[in-house]
């Protein structure tokens, strides 16, 4: 049974950084695409950043772009999100994606 388990999350500045990981069971995420995704408060769920499984490709929406890093984790089965130089904009339920999949999420608050 695929399981998707995000952690991380919790309390930063502005200007902070902070590192979401995501870890898979029943399922290898090797062979697919995997993407992170938020919803802040009143908001629809956007793509914050997806990483393809051939070539290992990346793509990440405008507003974290420069500031955010997704990669594959050093771990088996785990995904991460760096987030540097956060903003209060960026304060959501932050969620991975894998194969159709969704984690439980987490919170992530950026607030002075």
């Known amino acids: 049974q695929l399981q998707l388990v995000e952690s991380g999350g919790g309390l930063v500045q502005p200007g902070g950084s902070l590192r979401l990981s995501c870890a898979a069971s029943?399922?290898?995420?090797?062979?697919?695409?995997i993407g992170w995704f938020r919803q802040a408060p009143g908001k629809e769920r956007e793509v914050v950043s997806c990483?393809?499984?051939?070539?290992?490709?990346?793509v990440y929406a405008d507003s974290v772009r420069g500031r955010f890093t997704i990669s594959r984790g050093n771990a088996k089965n785990t995904m991460n999100l760096q987030m540097n130089s956060v903003n209060v904009e960026d304060t959501a339920v932050y969620y991975c994606?894998?194969?159709?999949?969704w984690g439980q999420g987490t919170q992530v608050t950026v607030s002075s």
């Open positions: 990483i393809s499984n051939d070539d290992g490709s990346t």
């Open positions: 994606s894998v194969a159709g999949g």
């Open positions: 029943g399922f290898s995420l090797d062979i697919y695409a």
